[in-house]
């Protein structure tokens, strides 16, 4: 379903979890699910992902993950705020030791000279805290961007679990 480097980053990030006993959950809002989906993909992964939230309208990241309706309004739901506050109340709604979260603008619709379509917010948190990352992919695809998108909270979720997590 997902292609071999995406399926290889997922096996790479529940072996990391697996042997460090941490588990996983996943607020998506542009990537509708995908991360989730990788990662529960492989067989075994129960252990691993405690579960994931599609928080795509912004009525679900406030009930769903518990983002102030307020951080929406004043940055809007596509922004470094709202990525982190997904990612805690991900983590803390959840249960889970690391919670990744994705907020952007896949398009092909919907951007605008602020926010362009290709513009991804992630956070990750975790007991240590929570990390942010911005990349703009750029006027690519719907599916290439959220590809992408889900390259990239793979990655944060392996830096995660192996305590090597930072901004960037």
Do not use: W
């Not at 929570?130 to 793979?154: M, N, P, Y």
């Amino acid at each position: 379903m997902f292609d071999p480097a995406i399926t290889a980053l997922t096996i790479e990030v529940l072996a990391l979890c697996r042997e460090r006993k941490l588990t996983v959950a996943t607020v998506e809002s542009c990537t509708g699910g995908l991360v989730a989906g990788a990662l529960t993909t492989i067989p075994g992964s129960s252990d691993v992902v405690n579960g994931g939230l599609v928080t795509y309208s912004n009525a679900a990241k406030t009930a769903l993950a518990g983002v102030d309706a307020g951080l929406i309004e004043a940055h809007g739901a596509v922004s470094e705020p709202v990525a982190r506050a997904m990612a805690e109340g991900g983590r803390t709604r959840l249960a889970a030791d690391i919670a990744v979260a994705i907020t952007g603008v896949a398009g092909p619709g919907g951007g605008s000279e602020a926010k362009p379509v290709g513009l991804v917010h992630f956070g990750c948190a975790t007991a240590a805290g929570t990390v942010h990352r911005q990349k703009r992919f750029g006027a690519l695809s719907r599916d290439e961007i959220r590809r992408l998108s889900v390259v990239e909270a793979l990655d944060l979720l392996k830096h995660a679990a192996i305590g090597n997590q930072s901004d960037a």
